[in-house]
C-alpha cells in the first residue's frame, strides 16, 4: 500500500510511519519544514514538503494521487495560539478531506480529539480546539466518494504502548499511548470496515486487532 500522512513529522505521524515502513508500506508524510525531513527518512518514510495552510486543495491532490490511503494527523500543538486552531485543525484537516476525494483516494483517516463538538461552548484557547476538530469531523461526515473513519483518542501519554486498547463509539474519558494510537491506525488503514464510523480510543484490555476487528463488525 502506498500511505500519505499529513503532519508527517508529528508524534504520532512518526510512530505510524515506523510501524507502516516496518511492514513494507510505502510512506509518504506532508511536512511544512524542510528540515525535519531527515527524522522521516530515519522512520522509513518520504517526506513529502507542502504548507497546507496555504496550499490549495489541487496541490494536496497532487501529492496524494496513486495513495491507497491518507491519514490526517497534523495539529497546530498546545503551544499554539487561537488563530492556527483555525487553520491547521479545521481548515487544514477540511482542505487534506476535500483533496483526498479530488484524488481518488478510497479510504481516509481522521485523527481527532476526545470531546471535538462543532457545538462546544467556551472562549479557552482548549474550547476552540474541540470546536476546530468538530467542524472539520462535521466535514468529513458529509464526503462523498471515499471510505473514512474518525479517531478520537483520549489523553495522549508518552508510556511504552501496550497494544491493549478500548475501542468504541463511546468510551468515556481516558488516556492512551501515541504508541498504541499509531497501532490503532495502522490497522484502520488496512480496511474500510470500519468505514462511517467516529470511534474513541483509550487504553484497555483488547488486543488492538481484535479491538479493531470487533468494533468493525458491529
Given at each position: 500500500?502506498?500511505?500519505?500522512?499529513?503532519?508527517?513529522?508529528?508524534?504520532?505521524?512518526?510512530?505510524?510511519?515506523?510501524?507502516?515502513?516496518?511492514?513494507?508500506?510505502?510512506?509518504?508524510?506532508?511536512?511544512?519544514?524542510?528540515?525535519?525531513?531527515?527524522?522521516?527518512?530515519?522512520?522509513?518514510?518520504?517526506p513529502?514538503?507542502?504548507?497546507?495552510?496555504?496550499?490549495?486543495v489541487e496541490?494536496?491532490?497532487?501529492?496524494?494521487?496513486g495513495?491507497?490511503?491518507?491519514?490526517?494527523?497534523?495539529?497546530a500543538?498546545?503551544?499554539?495560539?487561537?488563530?492556527?486552531k483555525?487553520t491547521?485543525?479545521?481548515?487544514?484537516?477540511?482542505?487534506?478531506?476535500?483533496?483526498a476525494?479530488?484524488?481518488?483516494?478510497p479510504?481516509?483517516?481522521?485523527?481527532?480529539?476526545?470531546g471535538?463538538?462543532?457545538?462546544?461552548?467556551?472562549?479557552?484557547?482548549?474550547?476552540?480546539?474541540?470546536?476546530?476538530?468538530?467542524?472539520?469531523?462535521?466535514?468529513?461526515?458529509?464526503?462523498?466518494?471515499?471510505?473514512?473513519?474518525?479517531?478520537?483518542?483520549?489523553?495522549?501519554t508518552d508510556?511504552?504502548?501496550?497494544?491493549?486498547?478500548?475501542l468504541?463509539?463511546?468510551?468515556?474519558?481516558?488516556?492512551?499511548?501515541?504508541?498504541?494510537?499509531?497501532?490503532?491506525?495502522?490497522?484502520?488503514?488496512?480496511?474500510?470496515?470500519?468505514?462511517?464510523?467516529?470511534?474513541?480510543?483509550?487504553?484497555g484490555?483488547?488486543?488492538?486487532?481484535?479491538a479493531?476487528?470487533s468494533?468493525?463488525g458491529?
Amino acid at each position: 500500500m502506498r500511505i500519505v500522512i499529513a503532519g508527517g513529522h508529528g508524534q504520532i505521524a512518526l510512530r505510524l510511519e515506523r510501524l507502516l515502513a516496518g511492514r513494507g508500506d510505502e510512506v509518504a508524510g506532508i511536512i511544512r519544514k524542510a528540515e525535519q525531513a531527515d527524522a522521516l527518512r530515519a522512520a522509513g518514510a518520504e517526506p513529502v514538503v507542502l504548507d497546507m495552510e496555504s496550499a490549495s486543495v489541487e496541490e494536496v491532490a497532487e501529492r496524494l494521487r496513486g495513495a491507497d490511503a491518507a491519514v490526517f494527523a497534523a495539529g497546530a500543538g498546545p503551544g499554539s495560539g487561537t488563530a492556527r486552531k483555525d487553520t491547521v485543525d479545521r481548515g487544514a484537516a477540511v482542505l487534506f478531506a476535500d483533496a483526498a476525494v479530488a484524488a481518488g483516494v478510497p479510504r481516509l483517516v481522521i485523527v481527532s480529539s476526545m470531546g471535538a463538538d462543532a457545538d462546544h461552548a467556551g472562549d479557552e484557547v482548549f474550547d476552540i480546539y474541540l470546536r476546530a476538530k468538530g467542524e472539520a469531523d462535521a466535514h468529513v461526515r458529509g464526503l462523498r466518494g471515499v471510505d473514512w473513519t474518525i479517531l478520537r483518542p483520549g489523553a495522549l501519554t508518552d508510556d511504552a504502548g501496550t497494544g491493549l486498547v478500548r475501542l468504541e463509539a463511546h468510551t468515556g474519558r481516558g488516556p492512551v499511548s501515541r504508541d498504541d494510537v499509531a497501532a490503532v491506525l495502522a490497522e484502520l488503514v488496512d480496511s474500510s470496515a470500519t468505514a462511517g464510523l467516529t470511534l474513541e480510543l483509550i487504553g484497555g484490555t483488547t488486543p488492538v486487532s481484535v479491538a479493531v476487528k470487533s468494533v468493525a463488525g458491529n
